[in-house]
């Protein structure tokens, strides 16, 4: 029988994982389907149950559900736990296992499709929503200096409170001293390597409130979505960022986790991010 797996989310229409967990399923040889599901904003309990009523395997979680997610697993993966937030649910057992895959999506691709040595480089996390509580202690992980900026800086404090000790990518425990968290107001002067946007301003065309002067020499701007040239992604060229990328690489990569923890079968994701920059070329 065919095994059924979604991501749930509000927005959905333009999701990509449908199209990329089937490239997966075609390269492995694996029997499922992976539908994207539109939740009510105050529904995303109520499809999930309903999901596992229908005998779905597991689901992908987006904006705006990870932490609702994290909070209706009951079980939960280590890095999901640093996180407090889940993308990722498993269905087995009676249970509803949560666990966290946009950290290694995140550094995989930077690692190993951009190319970038994280060790030392400072790194700007716009936001302290689901997608930057995933990513932080991976970044961190791998020795990055990270701060992380918001509107509400209590937040982005609390993002670089200590946890647990990270165990993402197989890395040296989780160096709680190199996240620091600060207002838009604080950055007037500072300059960075990495700069991220992971708020969702993207989505409605809008722009973080970060100054023209952030992009150190050679600077990366890396924009968490995907599929549109973002105001972010704009900016970043107008003011000196060196290389500008969506977070196509990032999908792909997170996916393909998802995909080893739901089938035990890790996919390889070259081929597929190659297919969709084909024909989504904004990076």
């Not at 952030?214 to 960022?241: C, N, Q, S, V, W």
Request: hydrophobic letters at 45%; glycine letters at 6%; proline letters at 5%.
């Amino acid at each position: 029988m065919t095994d059924k797996y979604a991501v749930i989310g509000n927005p959905i229409a333009h999701s990509k994982s449908p199209l990329i967990h089937h490239m997966f399923a075609a390269q492995t040889g694996q029997d499922i389907s992976y539908e994207a599901i539109l939740a009510p904003l105050d529904g995303f309990a109520a499809t999930v149950e309903r999901l596992r009523a229908e005998g779905y395997k597991g689901c992908n979680v987006t904006v705006p559900f990870k932490f609702e997610a994290f909070h209706l697993a009951t079980s939960v993966e280590p890095r999901a736990k640093i996180a407090k937030a889940v993308n990722t649910l498993k269905f087995a057992n009676n249970e509803i296992i949560g666990d966290n895959t946009d950290g290694i999506g995140l550094t995989d691709d930077l690692q190993f499709n951009l190319e970038i040595d994280l060790k030392n480089k400072r790194v700007l996390l716009v936001g302290a929503g689901g997608a930057a509580s995933g990513v932080v202690y991976s970044l961190a992980s791998l020795s990055a200096r990270v701060t992380v900026v918001n509107r509400n800086i209590e937040k982005a404090q609390l993002l670089a409170t200590p946890r647990l000790p990270f165990p993402a990518n197989n890395a040296k425990k989780h160096d709680s001293n190199r996240i620091d968290a600060l207002g838009y107001a604080d950055l007037a002067d500072q300059q960075f390597d990495i700069i991220i946007n992971a708020t969702s301003a993207g989505l409605m065309d809008e722009m973080p409130d970060i100054p023209k002067t952030i992009f150190a020499p050679g600077a990366l701007a890396y924009d968490m979505m995907y599929g549109r040239d973002t105001p972010f992604m704009k900016f970043a060229r107008e003011h000196g960022a060196a290389v500008v990328s969506d977070g196509l690489g990032m999908l792909v990569e997170q996916a393909a986790e998802s995909f080893r923890i739901w089938r035990n079968v890790r996919p390889d994701t070259r081929p597929v991010l190659k297919k969709l920059r084909a024909e989504l070329p904004i990076a």
